[in-house]
């Protein structure tokens, strides 16, 4: 098992559209439990490989407060949605950062699990909040996207004077 590297905004790497994911074989399998070790310890709720540079369309959540609920979807698909939800997210992409981002409040998603065996799962509150915000991921799409254009204008000056106190 590794720790991945989580990209932070605006690094260009997090607009890369995910590629299905063509087989799930041991190699994935390796990769999901380095992204479930990487998202424990950051820590989060969920990650999306995008967030550690790997363009498959791969998620792991976690919303227990034990960490042992591990959700895993590979070429996760959104089949349905209802009704709207307003919810404060973060991101472990765009850290420090919390802000209100209003999407479907219902979501059933279809997704091949671990060991490539294919389920579906419906989802509200919390849940599907994360679902949508993972999935956008794999999508290029961040949640500081929904913000207004003088708000993520603030936001990336703020991660990149972060960045120049870190380097
Ligand atoms: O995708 C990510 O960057 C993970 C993100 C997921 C998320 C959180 C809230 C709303 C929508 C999506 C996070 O995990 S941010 C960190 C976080 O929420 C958290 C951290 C520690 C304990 C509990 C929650
Ligand atoms: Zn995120």
Do not use: W
């Given at each position: 098992?590794?720790?991945?590297?989580?990209?932070?905004?605006?690094?260009?790497?997090?607009?890369?559209?995910?590629q299905?994911?063509?087989?799930?074989?041991?190699?994935?399998?390796?990769?999901?439990?380095?992204?479930?070790?990487?998202?424990?310890?950051?820590?989060?709720?969920?990650?999306a490989?995008t967030?550690?540079?790997?363009?498959?369309?791969?998620?792991?959540?976690?919303?227990?407060?034990?960490?042992?609920?591990?959700?895993?979807?590979?070429?996760?698909?959104?089949?349905?949605?209802?009704?709207?939800?307003?919810?404060?997210?973060?991101?472990?992409?765009?850290?420090?950062?919390?802000?209100?981002?209003?999407?479907?409040?219902r979501?059933?998603?279809?997704?091949?699990?671990?060991?490539?065996?294919p389920?579906?799962?419906?989802?509200?509150?919390?849940?599907?909040?994360?679902?949508?915000?993972?999935?956008?991921?794999l999508?290029?799409k961040?949640?500081?996207?929904?913000l207004?254009?003088?708000?993520?204008?603030?936001?990336?000056?703020?991660?990149?004077?972060?960045?120049?106190?870190?380097?």
């Amino acid at each position: 098992m590794a720790l991945l590297n989580i990209l932070h905004f605006p690094d260009p790497r997090l607009r890369n559209k995910a590629q299905p994911v063509a087989h799930v074989d041991d190699a994935i399998r390796g990769l999901v439990d380095d992204m479930f070790e990487t998202m424990y310890d950051a820590p989060g709720i969920g990650l999306a490989a995008t967030q550690v540079n790997v363009a498959q369309r791969i998620v792991v959540m976690d919303l227990s407060l034990e960490k042992n609920a591990p959700l895993c979807l590979i070429n996760p698909e959104i089949v349905s949605r209802s009704g709207t939800e307003e919810m404060e997210e973060g991101c472990l992409s765009v850290p420090g950062v919390y802000e209100t981002v209003q999407r479907a409040g219902r979501v059933t998603v279809r997704a091949l699990n671990r060991d490539g065996k294919p389920f579906e799962l419906d989802s509200d509150g919390l849940l599907a909040v994360c679902i949508q915000h993972e999935i956008d991921h794999l999508e290029g799409k961040l949640f500081v996207d929904y913000l207004s254009e003088l708000k993520r204008t603030r936001v990336r000056k703020r991660m990149e004077k972060v960045r120049q106190h870190t380097l």
